[in-house]
């Protein structure tokens, strides 16, 4: 197993070395820095200062080397639109996007698994074609279409839920929560859907396929002929095969929602570190947009890693193959 995990660490330091290099080249073919911060009226001995002072004019290398060092660090300098810390920026504004990934997480498991299991055992009803139907919105739509349309029905028509924004914060000083109230829950309820349908349907239609495919080995059938009840079979025996392959699944479902986040945000003005990245790209501000990649990076790599080492635990024959 400590191989195993060897393998994955350094295929995980692989890919935060080239996102690394990445963003260090948002420096220097993103726009002129300078210009950003001091505008265009700004002296050419004022411009010089400022590039000496952000070390613009060494070598490449060293460039990237401080870069490196500064990352490591957690540190990505002041934005220029803000002029603030890039890192207590995103601190601010981690919290907001952690809980609604989590929110969609749980929605997007917790229905996935739950219907993709029904779908699976009664795969003939008409309420399974009807549940594999309407989840084909959860793909073909795109996310800003999903959202848009339930602010519509449910903000502006049945003014059942707020349209934008994040309300009922509860300050913990480290931690800015909104699931301790029920203007937080309100308020987060859209954006979650909008942000777990495309998941939900993923994990539901593979869930379903997994599900079809263990119903018909050998082993089911030998179950069935030792005369174990249908509940048995399906949960104690198929639903433990059927959600090994699920677990891979899970990690990418988390991480995408991660990515897919910028959009939800954006629809829903949700103020998180994807609402943040759009502005950011819309004013050129290079340190958040630097930050952000590292940042999304990061967590890739984490529950990746995580998702890895628990499907070694859980599949056997990982082990086995070496």
Same mark, same amino acid.
């Given at each position: 197993?400590?191989?195993?995990?060897?393998?994955?660490?350094?295929?995980?330091l692989?890919?935060?070395?080239?996102v690394?290099?990445?963003?260090?080249?948002?420096?220097?073919?993103?726009?002129?820095?300078?210009? @950003?911060?001091?505008?265009?009226?700004?002296?050419?001995?004022?411009?010089?200062?400022?590039?000496?002072?952000?070390?613009?004019?060494?070598?490449?290398?060293?460039?990237?080397?401080?870069?490196?060092?500064?990352?490591?660090?957690?540190?990505?300098?002041?934005?220029?639109?803000?002029?603030?810390?890039?890192?207590?920026?995103?601190?601010?504004?981690?919290?907001a996007?952690?809980?609604?990934?989590?929110?969609?997480?749980?929605?997007?498991?917790?229905?996935?698994?739950?219907?993709?299991?029904?779908?699976?055992?009664?795969? @003939?009803?008409?309420?399974?074609?009807?549940?594999?139907?309407?989840?084909?919105?959860?793909v073909?739509?795109?996310?800003?279409?999903?959202?848009i349309?339930?602010?519509?029905?449910?903000?502006?028509?049945?003014?059942?839920?707020?349209?934008?924004?994040?309300?009922?914060?509860?300050?913990f000083?480290?931690?800015?929560?909104?699931?301790?109230?029920?203007?937080?829950?309100?308020?987060?309820?859209?954006?979650?859907?909008?942000?777990?349908?495309?998941?939900?349907?993923?994990?539901?239609?593979?869930?379903?396929?997994?599900?079809?495919?263990?119903?018909?080995?050998?082993?089911?059938?030998?179950?069935?002929?030792?005369?174990?009840?249908?509940?048995?079979?399906?949960f104690?025996?198929?639903?433990?095969?059927?959600?090994?392959?699920?677990?891979?699944?899970?990690?990418?479902?988390?991480?995408?929602?991660?990515?897919?986040?910028?959009?939800?945000?954006?629809?829903?003005?949700?103020?998180g570190?994807?609402l943040?990245? %759009?502005?950011?790209?819309?004013?050129?501000?290079?340190?958040?947009?630097?930050?952000?990649?590292?940042?999304?990076?990061?967590?890739?790599?984490? %529950? @990746?890693?995580?998702?890895? %080492?628990?499907?070694?635990?859980?599949?056997?024959?990982?082990?086995?193959?070496?």
């Amino acid at each position: 197993m400590l191989s195993f995990i060897m393998k994955r660490l350094a295929q995980s330091l692989l890919v935060m070395a080239i996102v690394s290099a990445v963003s260090f080249s948002l420096f220097n073919f993103v726009g002129d820095p300078v210009n @950003n911060m001091v505008g265009q009226d700004a002296t050419r001995e004022q411009r010089v200062e400022i590039r000496q002072q952000l070390g613009l004019d060494d070598p490449i290398p060293t460039q990237y080397t401080r870069f490196i060092g500064n990352m490591l660090k957690a540190d990505f300098g002041l934005s220029y639109r803000i002029k603030r810390p890039v890192d207590d920026l995103i601190l601010e504004r981690l919290p907001a996007t952690l809980e609604l990934v989590f929110v969609s997480a749980i929605i997007s498991l917790f229905l996935g698994i739950t219907l993709g299991i029904y779908t699976g055992i009664r795969r @003939n009803s008409w309420s399974s074609r009807i549940i594999l139907s309407s989840s084909l919105a959860g793909v073909s739509l795109p996310t800003f279409v999903i959202g848009i349309a339930l602010i519509y029905l449910f903000a502006v028509h049945l003014r059942w839920l707020p349209s934008s924004g994040r309300s009922g914060t509860v300050d913990f000083g480290w931690w800015k929560t909104s699931l301790l109230t029920l203007d937080g829950w309100r308020s987060i309820v859209l954006p979650a859907v909008t942000l777990s349908l495309f998941q939900l349907t993923l994990i539901l239609r593979l869930v379903r396929a997994e599900m079809l495919e263990v119903m018909r080995t050998d082993f089911i059938k030998f179950a069935r002929a030792r005369g174990l009840t249908e509940r048995a079979i399906n949960f104690r025996h198929a639903l433990r095969n059927t959600l090994v392959p699920v677990i891979t699944i899970i990690g990418l479902n988390i991480g995408g929602l991660i990515a897919f986040s910028v959009v939800t945000e954006t629809v829903f003005q949700w103020p998180g570190t994807g609402l943040m990245f %759009i502005q950011a790209v819309d004013f050129v501000d290079v340190p958040i947009m630097a930050a952000y990649l590292v940042l999304v990076a990061l967590l890739f790599v984490i %529950i @990746n890693l995580f998702v890895d %080492i628990l499907y070694f635990v859980v599949d056997p024959r990982i082990r086995l193959g070496g």
